[in-house]
């Protein structure tokens, strides 16, 4: 054989064993013993898409077993609506490589839902003369039931959190309350037992007076139960309802208690009472019955009332290059994705919302992202990101990036961020987060990346919170705050919450190039050491920075236990530790309560306040080149453009420009 016939006949060889990409379909109106290879059913109707997501992932599973399978894989999925019945479970052997990653997305220009619930149909009027005489005069007529056992739901959860949900035109509706929006207060606690927190007086037990009539009405109800901030105003909790003192106006709730007690003046509200399914949007659920009360806002048949049944969408175990793109997650009992030790896993482009729980949960493993995703109204959190070696500071490198997340916390109110980092190494990037009741980003661990996100109108129902929070331990070092822009953020009532909030003798952390309007006390250092506030700009904040020194005071007690507990957790005098953290090596013999280390330096504070410091905490903190009240000569403030005038005396300090036109999400398109 000639030379130039054997290249020919080695090139057709190699072409016939080069990779080929494989592409399966999913649709609902496809069937799980067809091929998949087809986008839609064929003119005879014996071949076609699957019907199911987990037929196309067994195809995947069968053709790797055989060999057959050496290019990546999409799975589309046609257009429509695919109620689950159980979570969509990939584990290690569904996993692609980074050569051959494997996708599931949704077919271009088509909407396609993963439902974790069930319709509900067949509404009937209320004529149960009982359920009637507990009604509003003006819900009479107006609420609609349904009987779920009717359609094989048993299972309701409790009130307590964790049960069934009801939706309508893709909102979630509210479980009947009172008030409808706001709070009661607590007139005076009963039992007057010596109970007090830093001189705030209260009980610890559950037993308190309230004003007004409105509780005669909870009177025989099948499980009423309370909401409230029983103590401090980030602490909430939820009661059932034991007993009604309707003379004496008292309510006394179930143990166990809470934590921090109760006290005058705090805030609750009463839910899960029939009687009080008074307004379009409301509804109750008599678990012993199986019997949904609902006052639908609009016409019940187009707003597809939906109740929630499963606890998740997607599990992800062991999985590695695997991608969901472009679906919408809707209506579950818990999470809509839990990837565990997943490695360069993708959430793309999907809209997440009406989950009960997080949206997007990612624990060990490394190289995750969920990036392009709009997230609303969860119950809980948005995306938490834990991961990395905290022993050996390795990095697990998760990323949320570019995602829209808003109205949160909608069930659990406090301590449920937008984004949340834990670990080591993992970063927040170009999100836009609103509208919650708590924080924005929290983080625990070392060597987190927060930057260029927009964030406001966060810490909606609480005070002493912030929009980006950490603290009480000194080994939790390393994280960048940086290009953030924080606006309108001012706490419950508007009695004032933080920017950032370095609690509890956090350390370790650098604040720079962040915008912050309108926020109270925005950069906010608790006693903690080598914290940096460097090249923000500070317009209408009061103040603009907070320094103390708890741990010499008040808070003291945490040095010799929380903290010294917390730091011998950590191989805090060998290396890496020694080398990335020396601060730390000899913390204990260097005045530990000592807000020693922190540096305030070339900050720009215009129309605030500037700052607040503790006598005590003076000494230790370093203060170079601010430029205080002198208009820094910035672009449009009303218009809050915040750039800097080519002709800013802030240059003179050695300001540094902020890449203010890149803060938020942006564009696939774009060259950021």
């Not at 969860?378 to 834990?386: E, F, N, P, T």
């Not at 430029?627 to 218009?639: A, F, R």
């Not at 750039?643 to 060259?671: H, M, N, Q, V």
Request: net charge neutral; glycine share 10%.
């Amino acid at each position: 054989m000639g030379w130039l016939m054997m290249a020919v006949t080695m090139g057709m060889i190699a072409a016939a064993n080069e990779p080929k990409d494989l592409i399966l379909y999913v649709a609902t109106e496809g069937d799980d013993r067809w091929s998949g290879r087809l986008p839609e059913p064929n003119v005879e109707r014996n071949d076609g898409p699957f019907a199911t997501l987990e037929r196309a992932r067994d195809e995947i599973r069968r053709l790797k077993a055989e060999g057959k399978l050496k290019g990546s894989v999409t799975v589309f999925v046609r257009g429509g609506e695919y109620y689950r019945d159980k979570p969509f479970k990939l584990t290690a052997e569904d996993s692609g490589t980074s050569d051959a990653p494997i996708l599931y997305r949704a077919y271009p220009g088509e909407e396609v839902r993963l439902i974790g619930g069930k319709p509900v149909s067949s509404w009937q009027p209320v004529t149960d003369r009982s359920v009637l005489g507990r009604l509003d005069e003006l819900a009479r007529g107006k609420v609609m039931q349904a009987d779920l056992r009717s359609i094989g739901i048993t299972d309701y959860g409790q009130p307590s959190g964790g049960g069934l949900e009801l939706f309508f035109n893709d909102k979630p509706m509210t479980l009947a309350r009172y008030p409808n929006e706001g709070f009661m207060r607590i007139a005076d606690v009963v039992v007057h037992n010596g109970h007090q927190i830093h001189g705030i007086k209260g009980s610890k037990i559950g037993k308190f007076y309230y004003e007004g009539d409105r509780p005669k009405r909870w009177v025989g109800e099948k499980d009423p139960w309370l909401h409230g901030y029983w103590f401090w105003d980030w602490s909430d909790q939820r009661h059932r309802i034991e007993s009604i003192d309707t003379e004496k106006r008292i309510i006394s709730v179930a143990p166990p208690y809470h934590g921090y007690g109760y006290r005058k003046g705090q805030w609750f509200y009463a839910y899960n009472i029939l009687a009080e399914l008074d307004s379009p949007g409301e509804w109750y659920l008599d678990r012993e019955r199986g019997i949904l009360y609902f006052w639908p806002p609009g016409d019940i048949e187009s707003g597809r009332p939906t109740v929630s049944t499963i606890s998740t969408l997607v599990e992800m175990r062991d999985v590695s290059h695997v991608t969901l793109q472009g679906f919408i997650l809707e209506v579950a009992r818990g999470n809509a994705v839990t990837i565990t030790n997943g490695e360069e896993d993708r959430i793309i482009d999907c809209t997440i919302r009406n989950i009960h729980g997080w949206a997007v949960r990612i624990s060990g493993g490394k190289g995750d992202k969920v990036t392009g995703c709009e997230i609303y109204n969860l119950g809980h959190g948005g995306i938490a990101l834990s991961g990395g070696d905290r022993e050996r500071l390795i990095p697990a490198g998760h990323l949320a990036e570019n995602n829209h997340i808003h109205h949160y916390g909608r069930w659990k109110r406090m301590y449920t961020p937008a984004v949340s980092l834990s670990g080591v190494g993992n970063r927040a990037r170009h999100n836009l987060i609103h509208d919650a009741p708590h924080q924005a980003v929290a983080f625990s661990g070392n060597d987190h990346l927060i930057e260029f996100n927009e964030i406001h109108r966060v810490c909606l129902e609480s005070n002493d919170a912030g929009a980006i929070y950490s603290g009480r331990d000194w080994t939790w070092r390393g994280t960048v705050i940086r290009y953030n822009f924080f606006h309108h953020i001012n706490g419950f009532q508007g009695r004032g919450c933080m920017g950032v909030y370095l609690d509890d003798m956090l350390c370790g952390t650098i604040i720079y190039g962040n915008i912050f309007y309108r926020v109270t006390r925005a950069a906010f250092i608790g006693g903690g050491r080598d914290n940096v506030v460097e090249n923000n700009i500070f317009v209408e904040c009061s103040p603009a920075v907070h320094v103390d020194a708890r741990a010499m005071g008040w808070a003291s007690y945490h040095v010799n236990t929380t903290m010294v507990e917390r730091l011998n957790r950590v191989p805090y005098k060998k290396p890496p530790w020694s080398e990335r953290y020396p601060e730390l090596v000899n913390i204990l013999e260097d005045e530990p309560a000592a807000p020693k280390g922190n540096r305030i330096i070339r900050n720009i504070c215009w129309k605030g306040k500037w700052l607040e410091i503790e006598e005590r905490a003076k000494p230790y903190v370093r203060f170079e080149d601010n430029l205080i009240d002198q208009d820094p000569l910035l672009v449009d403030v009303e218009g809050m453009d915040f750039r800097l005038r080519p002709d800013s005396p802030a240059y003179k300090i050695g300001f540094k420009p902020i890449p203010f036109e890149k803060i938020g999400p942006y564009r696939e398109d774009s060259t950021r």
